[in-house]
Each structure stands twice: as C-alpha cells, then as structure tokens.
C-alpha cells in the first residue's frame, strides 16, 4: 500500500503528530490503559513492579524502531509466561527468568528470519486452533488454584491461616471489577481492571490489611533493581528456563498475529505485507530479549490499547512511542513502585479471577470461532491431553533439562497434531 495513504476514519493517523498538549494526554491515556494488567504480571511472578514498567517502555520503543514506526502496537508483560516464571522464581530466581525471556525473544527471531525466507504457511500447520485453543486454556486455568489459594490465607508464623477478611476483599474486589466491566463506558470502561484495583486496595484499607509503612519511607526518586543478567550474575546458562519458557513464544505468536488483523481492520493498512509478518515479529522478539535483560517479563502487545485506539481513533505512533516513554519515567518513581508492592494478596486474587478467566475463556473462544469437530477423535484426544497435562501439573525431567507443564502440553499437542491422522480407523 503506498506510504501516502491516509486513512480519513482516524482523528490522528499513524504518522500524524499530535500538538504537544494534547499529545502528553493522549500518551497518558495508553500508558493507564495498560497498567494495571502490565504491573499485574510482576506481582504475581515476585518481580519489581518499576522493572517491569521500564522493561515494557523500552520494548515498545525497539519495537517502533524496529517496524519502522508504521505499527501503533504497545509492548507490556506477557501474561503467558507467568506460570512459568512462577516456578522459576521459586527454583533459580531472576537470572533464570531473564534468560528464558531472552530465549523466548530469539525464538521469535528465528521464526521470524524463516518466514522472511519462506512464508508463514508452515506456522498455520504447526499451530492449528485445536492446539492454540486448549493451550490458551491451560495458561489461564494453570494459575486458578494460586488465586484461589492468596485470596484465602495468609501466612502466620510460616503457617497458612484461613482469612475471612481476605476472602470478603477478594469476592468485593471481583465484584467491583466484573460491574466496571459491564456497565461503564467511554475510556473508563476501557480501564476496569485498573479501577478494581483501586477500588479493592481502598477497601482493604478499611479492614487493614495493607500495610502502608513503606509507602511512607520510600523515595520519590528510587532507582529500579535492575536485574541485568550478564553483569549481576556468574556466567551460567539454565537450561530448564529455557526449555520451560521457548515453546510458551509460539502461543504468544498467534496472539501476535491476532493483534495484527485487528490493527489491519482498523488503520485500514496490511501490516502483514508492509512492514511484513517478519519484521513485526522481529521487533516483538528484539523487545522481549530486551525486557529479559533488565530483569523484567517478557513483553507481548496489547488488547486494552488496541481498544483505545478503536474508540479514540487516534493511531498515531508519536502517541505510542510518548506512552512508552512515560513508562520508563515512572519505573523510576519510588513511592509508585512502594504502592504498587503494598497491594494484598487478596485484591490481586480479586483481580485474577476474572483475568485467569479470561485467558481460558478465550482459549475456548479460539475452538468456537473456528468450529472445531470434537467428533473427531484427533481433535478429542490433542484437547484431551493438552488440558490434563497443563493444568495436572506434569513436569519432565531428564537430569537439568526441564520441561514445565504448560511447555509439555504445548509440545506434546503441536507432535499429536503432527502425527496422528486426521481420522481415526474406526471413524472410515
């Protein structure tokens, strides 16, 4: 498509610069769409939350630079891979992490160098809807028992003791979230899971169980704990990150691809063909390898901006790019990170019912729109295996190679995918 086309729908098309007012507005209006699920991820895997901002900003500004700045797409973290990083957080720590974010960054480097030189078609056969949809459903259903568990107890004298206080701030706090979600408009409706959290943070106030002391002692400028794997840390390589979290980037990718069909849509462009699938994905993985480095989750782009860019009409990538930089700015505010931190467990339970939820759910939404035949015993018995694996917690082993459930279900539906015929000896 020529570079001079303008798509008259949008108030601010991709390469219109906003006035300078309204552009810090606008940027800010992206940057608190995204928050609260990009500082959600943290939490829940035991990360800094500022790493987390910052490592988000940066990735979205490779990402612009590597596509050229032709795609509005923000970069936050990944909510895919926090099974994964939970388990790495409790076995190797930070290091393990960054490296698995790294890996996953170059697995999309090298899918993407392979589609440059041959096409995407082989991607559609290794990742059919009958394997991407149960996955989609592990990842989200994998995490339930662990909200469950933090919106219960709390812990005692190293022991885990039954709350009331926090099942009621947790049940509020889904209630809360689950109304801003049905009944608010406009562009806060496009921020529910953000006002829930304030919302459930209040209320735990008034049944104190948030502790506010190091809210009040933190710094107003704090530099974040950067993790950088390659100067805090002895040379090592863990092998089990890897295999853990590398076969996790090919769910991610088709969520990649998703974004980009909804963003073709509605810029009226084809960004499969210009920047082109490789390129897009090239940026993606350059962004998330340097998320890994700073210590923070991988990154992915993001649903929420996409929806303000539909209701705004504003596409424009200054605004993009001005979000991302704000991002940055933030991480490096003490107090912000102090409060995030303070947040209980409870509220972020809360939270992640509706969110673990709706991965799953939209893993089941994947097998709908795409009618998957549950008749055929192929499709039965990939879903079948993919979900019991996944979610039944299964890990292999062979000496330091590892592969956690999630990975494991993702392989073994991709090989019975590959493997098994289409129909059965009995369905001839």
Known sequence: MSQKFRNHDAVLDIHDRPKPVH??????????TMFGATVLVPILVGINPSIAL???GLGTIVYLCVTKGKIPAYLGSSFA?????????????????????????A????????????????LDKILPAIVVGPVIMVIGLGLAANAANNAMYK??????????????????TLAITIFFNMYLKGFIGLIPILLGIVCGYLLALVVGIVDVEPIKQAAWFALPDFQVPFIEYEPKLYLGAITTMAPIAFVTMTEHIGHLMVLNKLTKRNFF???????????????????????????????????????????????IGGAAVFAVLLGFVGKLTALILSIPN??????????????????????????VDFDKKKNLLIASVILVVGIGGLVFEVGTFTLSSMALATVLGILLNLILPDQAKSEV
Do not use: C
Request: glycine share 12%; no cysteine; aromatic share 12%.
């Open 155 to 172: 812990t005692v004298a190293d022991a885990q003791v039954y709350d009331f206080k926090y099942v009621f701030v947790a049940l509020a």
């Open 346 to 371: 409870p509220v972020i339970s809360g939270i992640s019912f509706v969110l673990f939820g709706v991965i799953a759910a939209s893993g089941l939404k994947i097998l709908i729109e795409n009618k």
């Open 23 to 32: 552009w810090i507005g606008l940027s800010l209006q992206h940057l608190f």
């Open 54 to 56: 910052v490592s988000s």
């Open 81 to 105: 891979f926090i099974a994964a990083m939970q388990l790495l957080m409790k076995t190797d720590g930070y290091p393990a992490i960054a490296q698995g974010a790294m890996t996953t960054g």
């Open 273 to 319: 063909e210009e920047p082109g699938l490789h390129k897009t994905l090239m940026g993606d993985g350059f962004a998330q390898i340097v998320a890994g480095f700073v210590g923070g989750p991988p990154v992915t782009s993001y649903g929420e901006n996409i929806g303000v860019l539909a209701i705004t009409r504003v596409h424009s990538v200054f605004v």
């Open 107 to 122: 697995v999309y480097l090298i899918v993407s160098f392979i589609i440059k030189k041959i096409g995407a078609g082989w």
